[in-house]
T-cell receptor, first 114, second 114 residues
Framework: GESVGLHLPTLSVQEGDNSIINCAYS??????FIWYKQESGKGPQFIID?????DKRQGQRVTVLLNKTVKHLSLQIAATQPGDSAVYFC?????????????FGTGTRLLVSP | KAGVTQTPRYLIKTRGQQVTLSCSPI?????VSWYQQTPGQGLQFLFE???????NKGNFPGRFSGRQFSNSRSEMNVSTLELGDSALYLC?????????????FGEGSRLTVL
């Protein structure tokens, strides 16, 4: 699955830096948010999720922050590694749809230099 | 545990033809969703099937259809192909529990319409 776009916003970082990828979501009624990572030639891979009753959730080297007031989501990656290079998508949905009907953002390409 | 398998991986069709894509979900997963990925529109939800029933549908014309079999395998069909249908078609499966919306994506079927 090649990811995406001809004009993706790109974030370039050095290995070991922390990365912050931002996303503005569209539907104020959305109550479930997910970050996916898509490497070249592959389908998207789940990274972390957060429900609207939370502001922050942490995983292994990743943190997702949710600001419902301004409809903003961010993904923080600690100690970024070359293997983190990929396109990152945020997605939103309503839990009462069964989680499956995701609305994806346009994506951000993360480039990590050794 | 085998992942989501999509066939064929690549195919070329001409305008007016129809195409059928196949998806085998992860064993035990009852929900199968389909997404279209293009450089211009990004990732867009097509439809979702659960226990052989279409549970959610995106905003695509009726030329796009799908079905799910009793073993959870799914197919999608596009009739009267148009140039704009050229895309990567991604299938995703999930356990469809109420606790997580984690989707497991296949590597996609890349359709080129000439």
């Amino acid at each position: 699955g090649e990811s995406v776009g001809l004009h993706l916003p790109t974030l370039s970082v050095q290995e070991g830096d922390n990365s912050i990828i931002n996303c503005a979501y569209s539907n104020s009624a959305s109550d479930y948010f997910i970050w996916y990572k898509q490497e070249s030639g592959k389908g998207p891979q789940f990274i972390i999720d957060i429900r609207s009753n939370m502001d922050k959730r942490q995983g292994q080297r990743v943190t997702v922050l949710l600001n419902k007031t301004v409809k903003h989501l961010s993904l923080q990656i600690a100690a970024t590694q070359p293997g983190d290079s990929a396109v990152y998508f945020c997605a939103e949905t309503l839990m009462n749809t069964g989680f499956q009907k995701l609305v994806f953002g346009t994506g951000t390409r993360l480039l990590v230099s050794p | 545990k085998a992942g989501v398998t999509q066939t064929p991986r690549y195919l070329i069709k001409t305008r007016g033809q129809q195409v059928t894509l196949s998806c085998s979900p992860i064993s035990g997963h009852r929900s199968v969703s389909w997404y279209q990925q293009t450089p211009g529109q990004g990732l867009q939800f097509l439809f979702e099937y659960f226990s052989e029933t279409q549970r959610n549908k995106g905003n695509f014309p009726g030329r796009f259809s799908g079905r799910q079999f009793s073993n959870s395998r799914s197919e999608m069909n596009v009739s009267t192909l148009e140039l704009g249908d050229s895309a990567l078609y991604l299938c995703a499966s999930s356990l469809a529990t109420k606790n997580t919306g984690e989707l497991f994506f296949g590597e996609g079927s890349r359709l080129t319409v000439l």
